[in-house]
């Protein structure tokens, strides 16, 4: 049994233009549930939909980040079951199939394991505790991430390093994976929250149109081919130049103060 049966399995907390969802299931090293995956898909839509929101970050309480699936569960009944007419190229909760408009940031202490480093790579900055570790370990008890490592995760490291930690299983060390690029930054342990708030904070004192236009171009030019990606990005970039805020910024900037944007 939970220590923490009555707490819901993930927490969503507002502070000021930044969105906290924090998975919550300490005792099984935040597995994920059932629960905590409806809570997370209800926050990207939140995420996504409320214009207060600037910028959001993913964490994991009681030192862990996630554990990926409750394997516990899956011993209820043939895992491959709970796939019946299930269309699993897209999964919300782990924005495998879906990514959000406002950027979101991990900040990780402890593990991050399976699915916990399947999520972890739909994020945009990633902030770890020193002793924070990474696995994508799924082959190592006979199943697949099919939360989308298997393609996503030789896109965004050295070819070597993924395909290593896909079909080993080993865990990486924060300072590894920092090395190789799968995290940003790595401060003292238990300092990853206040870190990840303190990049969300940056990003949400920033120009609202310009931030969520950077990372649409981004998004959308992901495997284009470089001169047809310029053409998204000139149609994009180009409106954020017409809009107010583009005023106002470097009218800020002669006249020595903050800019104050109105997202439009
Ligand atoms: C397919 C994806 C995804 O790719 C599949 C997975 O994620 S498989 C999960 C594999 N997980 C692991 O390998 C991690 C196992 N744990 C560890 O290695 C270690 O525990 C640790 C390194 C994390 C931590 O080590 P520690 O030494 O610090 O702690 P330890 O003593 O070991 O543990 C403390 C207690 O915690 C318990 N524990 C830890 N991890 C787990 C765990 N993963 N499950 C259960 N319990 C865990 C441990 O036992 C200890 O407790 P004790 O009581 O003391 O023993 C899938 C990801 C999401 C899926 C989708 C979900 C939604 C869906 C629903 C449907 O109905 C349809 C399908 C689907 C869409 C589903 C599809 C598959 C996924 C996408």
Not at 108 to 128: C, M, Y
Not at 255 to 261: A, G, I, L, N, S
């Amino acid at each position: 049994m939970e220590s923490v049966a009555e707490q819901p399995h993930a927490l969503v907390q507002q502070r000021g233009p930044i969105l906290v969802v924090t998975m919550n299931r300490p005792r099984v090293r935040n597995a994920l549930s059932t629960e905590m995956l409806a809570i997370m898909r209800d926050a990207w839509d939140r995420v996504d939909h409320d214009p207060e929101i600037r910028a959001c970050v993913l964490t994991g309480a009681g030192g862990a980040f996630c554990a990926g699936a409750d394997l516990r569960a899956m011993t209820q009944s043939h895992p491959g079951d709970r796939f019946n007419g299930a269309d699993l190229s897209r999964i919300d909760a782990l924005l495998k199939g879906r990514r959000l408009s406002k950027p979101l940031v991990a900040a990780v202490e402890g593990p991050a394991v399976a699915g916990g480093t399947e999520i972890l790579q739909a994020t945009d900055i990633r902030v770890a505790g020193a002793s924070a570790r990474f696995a994508v370990s799924e082959a190592r008890w006979g199943l697949f991430p099919l939360g989308g490592s298997a393609v996503r995760l030789v896109r965004q490291i050295p070819y070597a390093i993924a395909a290593e930690m896909l079909l080993t299983g080993r865990q990486l060390g924060a300072a590894e994976a920092r090395d190789v690029g799968l995290i940003g930054h790595v401060v003292p342990d238990g300092q990853a929250l206040d870190k990840a708030l303190e990049l969300a904070g940056m990003i949400a004192a920033n120009g609202p149109l310009a931030v969520r236009a950077i990372l649409q171009t981004i998004r959308e030019t992901e495997g284009m081919a470089e001169n047809d990606a310029f053409e998204v990005e000139s149609r994009i970039g180009t409106a954020v130049f017409r809009s107010t805020d583009a005023k106002e910024g470097p009218r800020a900037f002669v006249e020595k103060r903050t800019p104050q944007f109105q997202g439009r």
